[in-house]
C-alpha cells in the first residue's frame, strides 16, 4: 500500500500503489479490494460514500462489520 490514510469504525482505509483506495480490518487483511477513485471513512451506520474506477459513479458501500 502507498499510504494508509484514516482508521475509523475497525476499517483502515488505504491506497494502493495506483492511486486506488480500499479498506483493512484491524489485522491488516483486505476486506474491501483497493479499487475505488475516492473513498470515506465508515460512518457510525457502518456506511462509506465511494467512487467507483470504471464509471466515476458516486454510491455507498456498508460494512458487516
Known sequence: YNGCISYDGGRLLVQDD???????D?????????????ANNFGAEGIARV???????????????
Request: proline residues 0%; aromatic residues 12%; without cysteine.
Open 26 to 38: 484491524t489485522k491488516g487483511n483486505e476486506v474491501i479490494e483497493t479499487k475505488y477513485i475516492s
Open 18 to 24: 495506483n492511486s486506488l483506495y480500499g479498506y483493512l
Open 51 to 65: 467512487s467507483d474506477v470504471n464509471t466515476k459513479n458516486q454510491y455507498q458501500i456498508q460494512d458487516n462489520l
